[in-house]
């Protein structure tokens, strides 16, 4: 009997939750909101670091960072960190949205000693963490909160790269109730001072509208942030959210924006500046027609009113049709390599921005990717002029690197041994008959029964191949006769202007 019941209360003890000092919590979204692999996780941080916007003057009191995954949001995550580089800081309060379980009033403060990612365990600080818990009843620790919540867990790696010896506290804020974030910032800042303490304030923008909208929504979401009045900033994201019933948030961190903003006014922070805007339709992986938008924003000591110079411009895309300048192309195919290289080593991409104005226009274009033997290994296009050359040649890189059907997806190993080739292409006009088809000028989409394919210009040239054998292989990559091009079919062409590395 005894026994029985030594056993039972050995089972017990080892079920029950570690003591806080000697609890850890392990990484949640490893693998989807951001890389699992330590080194692939590590080369995206550094990677994003790298081309992050440039930090000036002292070291903010807080920022505010976008937490969806890197593929998307990782360049503007950068943006935030980047501006408390070189920062003298012995404590980084992390501060994110509930996104898994029921609003409730308060700050869910993980209680434990450790927080988990792939390149390691982040300590937490338990003096702090035990003084928030004491200080005020709305500071409490409610685990399930913390099992799946990406919102903290996405700026972890940021913090462990740049702050690796920093500990930091990491809390979920419930409802955004401008009095209770307000209170409870107050009660944070009055136990953090003393302290040199860095407040990241965790929050996405806009959710899911076109890319227009997204632009035009966030920036008066940005705008209003950047005035660090909670009351306002939550009348303009309801109103906004009102006035556009599609959307379904301004902001999916508007408490913690809150509450960061009581607890820094309290540090003496009053000066915010927007740093930097994206969303993902802006991505080389993401879709236009349905955007999440993303801010960088700081937040220093100081009155000096809102610097909004990094607020998204709301314009329409460059006109024209002309041949790329030699400093465009040039562009072009750098960041195509570093889109290539990017992706295969660690899953995610550049963002395209500070590109020439030309590579605004919305335009089609190719990426052809071959191998020293001059083997074809890849290609891929979009022949729509519907989003801007720069992002166009960026998702059309990644498409051709792993997605091109004919050919098994390429390796990070492989990135060196092949070259570039991107074709600018003109808007496709139909024509009458292949007649009109002028070998070498012109690229030739074929249409039949339902199935198309397309040439580029110089495919024929390159085959040495005439009129009727260009056409009778384009009729079979369509998955039709040879001959099928006599009769009832429907031609477009289209020129290219084609350069390569």
């Not at 949001?73 to 408390?84: F, K, L, T, V």
């Not at 401008?178 to 209170?183: I, W």
């Not at 790329?324 to 995610?348: I, V």
């Amino acid at each position: 009997m005894r026994r029985t019941l030594l056993i039972v209360a050995l089972m017990l003890l080892a079920a029950w939750p570690a003591a806080g000092k000697d609890r850890v919590r392990p990484a949640a979204v490893a693998g989807s909101f951001y890389p699992a692999d330590k080194a692939q996780l590590q080369g995206a941080v550094d990677d994003f670091l790298q081309t992050a916007r440039s930090h000036y003057g002292p070291a903010p009191v807080a920022i505010v960072a976008p937490h969806a995954g890197y593929v998307f949001a990782g360049q503007i995550i950068a943006d935030a960190w980047r501006q408390a580089t070189g920062g003298d800081y012995d404590l980084i309060v992390i501060l994110g949205t509930d996104h898994t379980q029921p609003p409730f009033d308060g700050v869910s403060v993980y209680d434990g000693g450790a927080y988990a990612t792939p390149l390691g365990q982040a300590a937490l600080d338990r003096d702090v963490i035990k003084a928030l818990l004491h200080a005020d009843p709305r500071f409490v620790f409610k685990p399930a909160v913390h099992e799946r919540e990406h919102s903290v867990e996405v700026q972890v790696p940021f913090a462990q790269t740049l702050f690796p010896r920093v500990k930091l506290v990491c809390a979920v804020v419930g409802r955004a109730d401008p009095k209770l974030c307000g209170d409870l910032g107050r009660v944070l800042a009055r136990v953090v001072t003393g302290r040199r303490v860095l407040l990241v304030a965790s929050s996405d923008l806009s959710h899911y509208p076109d890319h227009e909208l997204a632009v035009r929504v966030d920036r008066g979401t940005l705008t209003a942030l950047a005035s660090l009045d909670p009351r306002h900033f939550l009348e303009v994201t309801r109103k906004q959210e009102r006035d556009h019933p599609d959307l379904a948030t301004c902001a999916c961190g508007k408490a913690p924006i809150m509450l960061m903003m009581a607890a820094a006014a309290q540090l003496g922070a009053h000066a915010a500046t927007v740093v930097s805007y994206a969303n993902s339709g802006d991505t080389s992986l993401g879709d236009v027609d349905r955007c999440v938008g993303y801010g960088a924003v700081r937040i220093d000591r100081g009155n000096l009113g809102p610097d909004l110079s990094g607020l998204p411009e709301v314009k329409g895309p460059p006109f024209g049709r002309g041949s790329l300048s030699p400093q465009a192309q040039k562009w072009l195919l750098a960041f195509s390599r570093r889109t290539l290289k990017q992706y295969l080593a660690t899953g995610t991409t550049p963002l395209a921005r500070d590109y020439p104005p030309e590579l605004g226009r919305l335009q089609g274009a190719f990426v052809t990717l071959t191998t020293k033997g001059h083997r074809l290994r890849g290609c891929i296009g979009h022949l729509q002029s519907d989003t801007p050359l720069a992002v166009t040649v960026g998702r059309m890189t990644v498409q051709a690197a792993v997605h091109d059907p004919r050919f098994e997806p390429m390796t990070a190993g492989e990135c060196r041994q092949v070259s570039i080739e991107i074709s600018v292409l003109s808007v496709p006009q139909p024509v009458s008959g292949p007649d009109r088809i002028v070998l070498g000028r012109d690229g030739v989409i074929l249409s039949k029964n339902g199935r198309s394919a397309v040439y580029l210009p110089q495919v024929a040239t390159e085959q040495g191949w005439n009129l009727e054998q260009t056409l009778s292989h384009l009729a079979r990559k369509a998955g039709l006769p040879g001959d099928a091009w006599r009769r009832g079919a429907r031609f477009q062409t289209f020129q290219a202007q084609v350069f390569g590395e």
